[in-house]
Each structure stands twice: as C-alpha cells, then as structure tokens.
C-alpha cells in the first residue's frame, strides 16, 4: 500500500452547520496530498478519510501509468530510462499500453514501437508473454526495429 499515514488536520463548524475539513495522505516515499472539503454536520469524516485514501492508493498507480504512457507517446525510444515503476507495476503499464495500442494512431504505434526496440529480447518476452527464443519474439524484434527505424527518419525530417 502506498498510502502510509492519513490525518484530519482540520473538522471546523461554519456558520451554516457544515464543516470544513482538511485532510493529509501520506505516501510510503513521503509525497503528502492534501484534500480540503465541506462536510455535513452528521458526516462521519473518519469514514470519509479511511474511503479517500483507500481510492488515492489505487489512484498513485493509475496516475503512474498514464505519465509513463504519455513519456512513450511523446519520446519514443528516448523515453527509456525515464519511467517510474513506483507506484505501478511493470506489467500493470504494459497491460495499459496494450490497451492503448488497440486505438493508437500510426504515430502513437510508431512511438510505442520504438520504445519496446529498447528492450531487450528476455524483456519484450516477458512482456508479451513469448517465448524466448521464438518465431513470435523474432517477429516482434523486427517489427518494434522498424518502428524505432521509423521514429528516427521521421525525427531527421521534421522541419524540413
């Protein structure tokens, strides 16, 4: 679990019976997130803090993945090197790129393409569950080359 500590730093009365409520979550690397709201006077803002932290846990991997994604979209292969696997896991944000890939314009397949190139042959095996070796992983190392290929012709020509 990412989230370690959970505190109310506020539950102040206003003037029309609500509360206002502050609340701290901390992360198991020390990132806090602050959340501030007002609640009815009969809420059971413990309940809320428990409810909220529970959901930011499952949200620190989601969040994760989503910037890993957009580095590989946006710098291909220079993207390796540059994902966190903090909060997500390895499979996690493949299981996201597959998915992704299903609607992926050409450039985005490109892009995503030559960020697998990166990889090594143990790595894209394990990735997409192939043997190693393979037919199917040599099929796939020849087409993530290509796509990488792709990427830096497309990179020189840009401007011109």
Do not use: C
Not at 69 to 87: I, K, N
Not at 138 to 149: G, S, W
């Amino acid at each position: 679990m990412a989230i370690t500590d959970s505190l109310i730093l506020e539950d102040s009365a206003q003037v029309d019976g609500r509360r206002h409520v502050r609340e701290r979550h901390t992360d198991s690397f020390g990132v806090e997130y602050f959340r501030s709201y007002l609640a009815e006077a009969a809420d059971n803002v413990s309940a809320k803090l428990a409810a909220y932290a529970t959901w930011l846990d499952s949200q620190l991997g989601v969040w994760e993945t989503e910037r890993n994604l957009s580095r590989v979209l946006e710098l291909g292969d220079g993207a390796s090197g540059l994902l966190t696997f903090d909060y997500s896991t390895a499979g996690q944000n493949a299981a996201a790129a597959r998915e992704f890939y299903k609607t992926a314009t050409k450039a985005q397949a490109v892009a995503m393409g030559a960020y697998l190139a990166t990889l090594s042959d143990a790595q894209l095996a394990n990735l997409f569950n192939l043997t190693n070796p393979s037919a199917e992983l040599t099929a796939l190392r020849t087409k993530v080359d290509h796509a990488r290929t792709l990427l830096t012709d497309w990179q020189a020509e840009a401007g011109q």
